[in-house]
C-alpha cells in the first residue's frame, strides 16, 4: 500500500515533466553541437574562399613586344637549338623599357624588370616556336605579372599591404593601369601548368593529372579485387577460424592509419619490387592496399542487402551457385558496390600521409603524360605550397584546396545519387 500510495496522480505528473524537460534539453545540447558544427565549417570554407579566390585571376601587363633579332640573338627561329639560345628575357626587358622610359641606376634598372614575371620570356620562346616567322615582328601581348606586383593589385583597396615592392613600382603600375595596360584576367595557367618556385607561374595542372593517373591505377585494382574478396567471403567462404580471421583483419585494416600502408609500399614496392618512385602506378598501388578494406566491407553490405529469396528462386529453376551470384545477385548488389568505390576513392584523393612515405613530395615541373613518369597528386601539391614561404603562395594553397574541396564534393555527391538512383527497396 505505501508503493501504491506513493504512485499519484500529482508524482506520476511531476516525474513525466522532469523527463520531458531532460529530453528538452538533450534536443538543445544536440542542436547546439549540430550548428557549432555548421558554424565552423562555413568558417573555415569562409576562410579558405577569401584567401583562395585570387588564385583564379592574375594580373596582367600589356606590352607591345618586338622580336628584335639582334637582341635575340638567332638567326633562324626554325632552329631548336637557336631557339634555346635566344635572350628572349631582354626582348621583355626592352619592351618595358620602350613603355616605361629609359632609367637609371642598377636598384630602378632591376625595380622595372620586376614588374613582369620571369615566365614571360619562356611564353615569348613557345610562341616563337609555334611560329618562326615573328622573328623580327612586333605584337602586343598580355604578360604575366610578377607574384609581387599581382599580390598588390589585388590588395589594394583592402588591408595594408607589406610586400616586397617599391614606391617606384607603385607609380609605373599606376601609370599603366590608367591607360588601361593592366588588367584582373581569369588564370588558366593555375590549371594549365606544373609547380613552379614561382608562385605567378606554379599551377596545379600536374598535380590534376598525377591525381587522375593515380585514381586510375587504384580504381583498376581496388575495385575488382574487392568485388571478388566480397562475393567469395559472402557467398563461397566456409564458416570456419580461417574465414573469421580474414574478416576480423579485413576490419581492423579499415582502421589502420594511413601512413602505416606508405610505409608497406615503401618496404615492399620500392625497396623489394624496384616500383620507381614518385610515380603514378606506385601512389595507386600503396592506395589501392587502403582503398581494399573500404571497398569489401561496402560490397558485403551491399550482398548481404539482396533477399534470400532471389538466391533461393534462381537455384529453383535449376541455376548453378556461379550463375546465381553473376546472374542475379551481383547486378542487384552492385549499386551498393559503386557507392563503396566511390567513397574509397574520394578517401585515396585525399590522402597525403601514405604518398609521402613513397616519395611523392618531389618537385614536379612537368605534366605527368604516363603512369610511370614522376608525379605528384593535389594534396601533396597543398602540403609543398602552405610550407612555401613567399605570400602569393597563400592564396595559391587556398585555391588548390578550393578545387579539392570540389572534387571530394562532387564525389560524394555522385555516391549518394547513384545510392538514391539505383539501389532497390525490398
Request: include cysteine; charged fraction near 20%; charge should be neutral.
Amino acid at each position: 500500500m505505501t508503493e501504491l500510495a506513493k504512485n499519484t496522480p500529482e508524482t506520476i505528473r511531476a516525474s513525466l515533466a522532469r523527463r520531458h524537460r531532460a529530453e528538452t534539453r538533450f534536443r538543445c545540447y544536440g542542436i547546439a553541437a549540430i550548428s557549432f558544427g555548421m558554424l565552423a565549417v562555413v568558417v573555415l570554407l569562409a576562410d579558405i574562399t577569401i584567401k583562395g579566390h585570387g588564385a583564379f585571376r592574375q594580373t596582367y601587363v600589356q606590352l607591345e613586344v618586338h622580336y628584335d633579332p639582334e637582341l635575340l640573338d638567332i638567326d633562324d627561329a626554325r632552329d631548336p637549338a637557336a631557339l634555346l639560345r635566344g635572350n628572349f628575357q631582354a626582348v621583355v626587358r626592352a619592351a618595358l623599357r620602350d613603355r616605361l622610359g629609359q632609367v637609371s641606376g642598377r636598384v630602378e634598372h632591376r625595380a622595372q624588370n620586376a614588374l613582369v614575371s620571369n615566365g614571360a620570356a619562356y611564353d615569348l620562346r613557345e610562341r616563337m616556336r609555334e611560329n618562326p616567322d615573328l622573328l623580327g615582328a612586333r605584337e602586343t601581348l598580355w604578360l604575366a605579372a610578377d607574384d609581387d606586383i599581382d599580390t598588390w593589385f589585388k590588395s589594394r583597396g583592402g588591408e595594408a599591404f607589406t610586400g616586397r615592392i617599391s614606391d617606384r613600382q607603385m607609380e609605373w603600375m599606376r601609370a599603366l593601369e590608367a591607360d588601361g595596360d593592366v588588367a584582373l584576367r581569369f588564370n588558366a595557367d593555375f590549371f594549365t601548368r606544373g609547380d613552379s618556385r614561382e608562385p605567378e607561374q606554379a599551377g596545379i595542372g600536374g598535380a590534376i593529372m598525377g591525381s587522375l593517373l593515380t585514381l586510375v591505377v587504384t580504381l583498376a585494382l581496388s575495385f575488382p579485387i574487392g568485388v571478388a574478396a566480397a562475393i567469395y567471403l559472402e557467398e563461397f567462404a566456409p564458416q570456419n577460424r580461417w574465414t573469421d580471421f580474414i574478416e576480423v583483419n579485413i576490419n581492423n585494416l579499415a582502421a589502420v592509419p594511413s601512413i602505416i600502408f606508405g610505409l608497406l609500399g615503401l618496404a615492399v614496392f620500392i625497396n623489394f619490387f624496384e616500383v620507381p618512385r614518385s610515380a603514378p602506378v606506385l601512389g595507386g598501388l600503396v592506395l589501392t592496399l587502403m582503398t581494399l578494406p573500404t571497398i569489401i566491407i561496402s560490397s558485403r553490405a551491399a550482398i548481404k542487402a539482396v533477399p534470400p529469396s532471389i538466391r533461393e528462386a534462381a537455384l529453383g529453376v535449376g541455376a548453378s551457385k556461379m550463375q546465381t551470384v553473376l546472374g542475379h545477385v551481383l547486378p542487384l548488389a552492385m549499386p551498393g558496390m559503386l557507392t563503396g568505390a566511390i567513397i574509397g576513392m574520394a578517401q585515396a584523393l585525399g590522402e597525403t600521409a601514405p604518398l609521402l612515405m613513397i616519395g611523392m613530395v618531389a618537385f614536379i615541373v612537368d605534366v605527368p603524360t604516363g603512369f610511370t613518369e614522376p608525379a605528384t597528386v593535389l594534396p601533396v601539391q597543398i602540403f609543398l605550397w602552405a610550407d612555401s614561404p613567399e605570400r602569393a603562395f597563400v592564396e595559391k594553397t587556398s585555391g588548390a584546396i578550393m578545387v579539392l574541396l570540389t572534387f571530394l564534393i562532387f564525389m560524394n555527391a555522385l555516391a549518394v545519387l547513384l545510392r538514391k538512383r539505383l539501389e532497390r527497396r525490398w
